[in-house]
């Protein structure tokens, strides 16, 4: 079985764990999504990695459409 099939990959972002013990193409899908919400510095890494990074889950930010400026944004 390929490491990149098996649960042990995490996204991070600039709010925290984005989430964790997922495929990584399950992860590579979150982080596209996440981007395309304007979310800044999405990495996939290993969950264990996720942990050393930090231990904070992310919290939901709420922006106003009318004041959030298009971006764009590079494909992860």
């Known amino acids: ?28 899908e979150l982080a596209r999504s996440l981007g395309e919400q304007g979310i800044h510095g999405r990495c996939v890494v290993t969950t264990e990695a996720a942990l050393r990074t930090t231990t904070k889950p992310a919290e939901p930010q709420k922006s106003d459409p009318a004041t959030t400026s298009e971006r764009i944004l590079e494909d992860v």
């Open 1 to 28: 079985m390929s490491e990149l099939n098996e649960p042990r990959w995490a996204v991070i972002s600039e709010r925290g764990i984005e989430t964790s013990n997922v495929t990584y193409s399950q992860a590579l």
